[in-house]
């Protein structure tokens, strides 16, 4: 029984750490980029992020998810030439959304964690290659085509 108890208070001791270290870690670290930079450094801690990119030459940069999410949609963004992204989860999820002619090559790893990144279908395609940890977390790519806006491809219902 005491063992148990050792174990459950050990176990509650990391628990609380890890959340203070997140929460230290929060104000150290601030997201840095909006929907025109070309290069971004998004941190999610004990919160969310999202970002809609418009960027003329997106060239990448880090997005942290600490117990935390991030939600980047690149569908409007034009990709510069050698775009990468480093991407770490830890506990929290990274959601990537890029155009369909967007190539993604990747050396995510992982470690109690999962990945979901499409494989190349475009050969001629700009690359963004991804790089980095899900550790107990979540890291997902995928393609879509961007919504259409109201002014184009969508018929007015009114006369």
Do not use: C, H, Y
Request: charged content about 20%; overall charge negative.
């Amino acid at each position: 029984m005491r063992l148990l108890r050792s174990l459950l208070v050990f176990k509650l001791g990391v628990w609380v750490g890890m959340m203070g270290a997140a929460s230290v870690m929060k104000r150290a670290l601030p997201s840095v980029g909006g929907a025109d930079s070309d290069e971004v450094a998004l941190t999610a801690i004990l919160d969310g992020v999202d970002l809609k990119s418009q960027a003329k030459a997106f060239k990448g940069g880090s997005m942290l998810a600490w117990f935390g999410g991030i939600d980047a949609d690149l569908r409007e963004a034009e990709l510069a030439p050698e775009a990468r992204l480093s991407l770490n989860a830890l506990w929290g999820g990274i959601k990537i959304e890029t155009p369909p002619g967007w190539r993604v090559e990747s050396n995510v790893k992982t470690l109690a964690g999962g990945v979901d990144i499409p494989t190349a279908e475009e050969a001629d395609g700009p690359v963004l290659t991804v790089e980095g940890m899900a550790l107990f977390g979540g890291i997902q790519v995928s393609r879509s085509q961007p919504s259409p806006t109201r002014s184009e491809g969508r018929e007015s219902a009114l006369p």
